[in-house]
């Protein structure tokens, strides 16, 4: 089952242009990670927040967590075309090793 | 970090056979897991391979349809098994040094059943 949610499902972009995508889960987390994904291949991980913490920021990425609204941001900025992909959130549910990843938000960015 | 070589990383299968997808990492991990992601979908966790244990599977996901098997800290697979073109999806792997850390993936496996 997912535990995430994202909108929007798609968004399309300039070159330049800021992204942002949100996702929101459902039970208490001790970590959300967000991860990109190429073409339907392996993912890569973007960055990791914990649940103590509200914001991180990682080059062009600035992540924010709300845990009193479940809910979690990523902002892209100054997108370039190579930008384009697949965009997950995943969280730990609670006590659980596993990660369960929501949706997904497919960013196309054009030139 | 660690890096992990899934194969194949694609294949074409009648209906009725198996596939074994293998999955080996380059560090001792201490979580692998098996997901799959059906055509434009997200990912959906398969099961938990436990190391010289039976995997824990999710629900909606059985053993025999799905045996795993994972003998040492680096190595995992998966076998899909007695396939139908409703098996046609990306499978991956994952692990984890520990709880609380990034996951790293395998490239996936595109499996199309006909």
């Known amino acids: 089952s997912q535990q995430g949610e994202e909108d929007p499902q798609a968004l399309s972009i300039q070159e330049g242009e800021n992204a942002t995508m949100n996702c929101s889960y459902k039970t208490s987390i001790n970590n959300l990670q967000w991860y990109r994904q190429n073409s339907g291949r392996g993912l890569v991980h973007l960055i990791l927040i914990r649940s103590n913490e509200r914001e991180k920021h990682s080059g062009r990425l600035r992540v924010t967590l709300d845990t009193s609204k479940k809910s979690s941001s990523l902002l892209i900025t100054a997108s370039r075309a190579a930008d384009t992909a697949s965009y997950f959130c995943?969280?730990?549910?609670?006590?659980?090793?596993?990660?369960?990843f929501g949706t997904g938000t497919r960013l196309q960015v054009f030139p | 970090s660690a890096v992990i070589s899934q194969k194949p990383s694609r294949d074409i299968c009648q209906r009725g056979t198996s596939l074994t997808i293998q999955c080996q990492v380059d560090?001792?991990?201490?979580?692998m897991f098996w997901y799959r992601q059906q055509p434009g979908q997200s990912l959906t966790l398969i099961a938990t391979?436990?190391?010289?244990?039976?995997?824990?599977?999710e629900s909606g996901f059985v053993i025999d349809k799905f045996p795993i098997s994972r003998p040492n800290l680096t190595f995992s697979t998966l076998t899909v098994s007695n396939m139908s073109p409703e098996d046609s999806s990306i499978y991956l792997c994952?692990?984890?040094?520990?709880?609380?850390?990034?996951?790293?993936f395998g490239q996936g496996t595109r499996l199309t059943v006909v």
């Open positions: 995943a969280t730990d549910a609670g006590n659980t090793d596993k990660l369960i």
């Open positions: 560090s001792q991990v201490t979580m």
């Open positions: 391979a436990n190391q010289g244990s039976e995997a824990t599977y």
């Open positions: 994952s692990s984890q040094i520990r709880r609380d850390t990034e996951a790293f």
